[in-house]
């Protein structure tokens, strides 16, 4: 008896299988039918640059897949492309729709090979004039791999310049990690503050908090606002008049 019963669940085992095999196939085949096009993209975010249309037309015919077939990450992964996009988050929407929510870059500046630096210190293509739709952004020239640095310092050097009322115009890094900025005092050109490395960490910050601390005493000596400032001595700073 127990033979007879072996085979018999055997047996069963094998149609379950069959069965299992054959509503798999039939329901890929259902999946592929044209009755699953996704014929829809929503757009959704704030977005100041760019329009929905203007997505739509960028991903058109790089998108694989329709509702149950398309890779999520992959059709991410294609909106992220897109010039001013920084993030994208897709899902599906039945029976028809695919619902996509962006998040632009904020441009911070314009780097020395023309690419925009978002406030987060990302590196993107875009247009320039776009970017600029507001003013002039600050000018950032140096080597590429300092980008998430120079956007973090921008924003530690602008908040300890704020009690001199000096703009950051430009943020400049050489090849040995030195770093300069050029400022502006409303419309009047601002003082040139040559900082040199951070070395040890966290000497850049300091620097730049003596020279706003002593900067009335500057004034005083020079008989109006410098033209240069050199903070790279070990115990101090010199600074320059504007020529006559």
């Known amino acids: 008896?127990?033979?007879?019963r072996a085979m018999e669940w055997g047996a069963r085992a094998l149609l379950a299988a069959a069965l299992a095999l054959a509503a798999g196939g039939a329901a890929l085949w259902l999946a592929q039918r044209p009755w699953f096009d996704l014929r829809r993209i929503e757009v959704r975010g704030d977005l100041q640059h760019v329009s929905g249309a203007a997505i739509r037309a960028a991903v058109a015919g790089r998108l694989r897949g329709n509702f149950f077939t398309m890779r999520l990450d992959e059709a991410q992964r294609v909106f992220e492309t897109v010039p001013w996009v920084a993030a994208a988050s897709v899902r599906r929407a039945w029976p028809d729709r695919l619902?996509?929510?962006?998040?632009?870059?904020?441009a911070l500046g314009v780097w020395s090979d023309g690419r925009i630096l978002s406030d987060r210190g990302r590196l993107f293509v875009a247009n320039v004039a776009e970017a600029e739709l507001y003013?002039?952004?600050p000018e950032f020239d140096g080597p590429a791999e300092f980008a998430?640095?120079?956007?973090?310092?921008?924003?530690?050097?602008s908040a300890l310049?704020?009690?001199?009322?000096?703009?950051?115009?430009?943020?400049?890094?050489?090849?040995?990690?030195?770093?300069?900025?050029?400022?502006?005092?409303?419309?009047a050109a601002g003082p040139r503050f040559e900082l040199g490395r951070d070395d040890p960490p966290g000497r850049l910050a300091e620097r730049v908090a003596?020279?706003?601390?002593?900067y009335p005493l500057v004034l005083a000596r020079l008989s109006g606002p410098p033209a240069r400032i050199d903070a790279r001595y070990p115990n101090g700073f010199a600074a320059a008049a504007y020529k006559k």
Not at 1 to 4: C, F, L, P, R
Not at 148 to 156: C, D, H, I, K, V
Not at 166 to 171: E, G, H, N, R, Y
Not at 210 to 214: G, R
């Open 148 to 157: 998430t640095e120079a956007a973090r310092r921008f924003y530690e050097f």
């Open 99 to 106: 619902v996509v929510t962006l998040i632009e870059h904020r």
């Open 210 to 214: 003596a020279i706003v601390a002593h």
């Open 1 to 4: 008896m127990s033979g007879v």
């Open 135 to 137: 003013g002039p952004l």
């Open 161 to 187: 310049l704020a009690p001199l009322a000096l703009t950051i115009d430009a943020v400049r890094i050489s090849e040995r990690a030195a770093w300069s900025l050029e400022t502006s005092a409303g419309e």
